[in-house]
């Protein structure tokens, strides 16, 4: 059985919420541990505050990302521990892997919006997870959903300066060194969507105001992520989306 740490950030959070959370943890069918880090003295911010849980959580062989407000289904931590173990056994532990499940969208009240946050944001990770330049424009890596190795821990840290999340930062070193980032099309986690999250989903309906507004955000943040492999890469961009918007057909 791996060693495995679950790191949950949380800042002023809502009691309800991460005690359903904390209850979800309990009862997953496998055992972590469980290290919590609370922002709201420190004001770090989500991205730097998983990166200090991340570089103090020493001598696990796997790293999970808890949020404060989701809902993690049991057999989450299982899944991606089985996907992780054949990806090692595949690739060998030394190499960096991202192992990331699909997300069903849910309101306050843990209700179903969505079944899968995938087809409700217009992702294909199935494509964007092969690429670097893919998924510096348009990550589809979100951080309660995903599971590290020690190695993907080993070439993350630090963050660098131009990070802004540490769900793509990571994803990003993984490809960057030669990693694995790989999809699980299962929706393991309840994505609470409640007005305050910190990016939270929002549906693909083309070129709505809002839609555009958000995703006009996420690429500049990506763009300052990626810098230079941006611009050298703006066809690259183009011929995803093409290929995105044919396969959608």
């Known amino acids: 059985m791996m060693k495995t740490a679950i790191l949950l950030s949380t800042y002023r959070p809502n009691a309800v919420f991460l005690a359903e959370m904390l209850d979800s ?3 997953q069918t496998v055992s972590a541990e469980l290290i919590q880090r609370d922002d709201t003295e420190t004001k770090l911010g989500a991205m730097h505050s998983f990166e200090t849980l991340l570089r103090e959580a ?20 299982e899944r991606l521990l089985e996907i992780m173990a054949l990806a090692e056994g595949r690739y ?3 190499t960096p892997i991202v192992v990331h499940c699909d997300l069903e969208v849910v309101n306050a009240n843990l209700e179903t919006i969505a079944k899968s946050f995938w087809r409700y944001a217009g992702l294909n990770p199935a494509m964007l997870d092969s690429n670097l330049r893919y998924l510096t424009i348009s990550n589809c890596v979100t951080g309660c959903a995903m599971l590290l190795n020690a190695a993907a821990r080993e070439v993350s840290l630090p963050f660098g300066k131009q990070a802004y999340m540490h769900d793509q930062w990571i994803a990003q070193s993984v490809l960057r060194n030669g990693g694995k980032v790989i999809p699980v099309n299962e929706q393991l986690v309840l994505y609470r969507q409640h007005g305050d999250n910190t990016l939270g989903a929002v549906e693909h309906r083309g070129l709505t105001l809002r839609n555009w507004g958000f995703k006009r955000k996420l690429f500049w943040q990506a763009f300052r992520a990626g810098k230079g492999i941006c611009w050298h890469t703006l066809t690259a961009f183009v011929y995803w989306k093409i290929r995105h918007w044919i396969a959608r057909l």
Do not use: L, N, S, T
Not at 66 to 74: I, L, M
């Open 25 to 27: 943890i309990e009862k």
């Open 58 to 77: 020493e001598g696990y062989d796997c790293y999970a990302f808890a949020d404060q407000d989701d809902v993690w289904k049991p057999e989450k931590m």
């Open 92 to 94: 060998g532990k030394q």
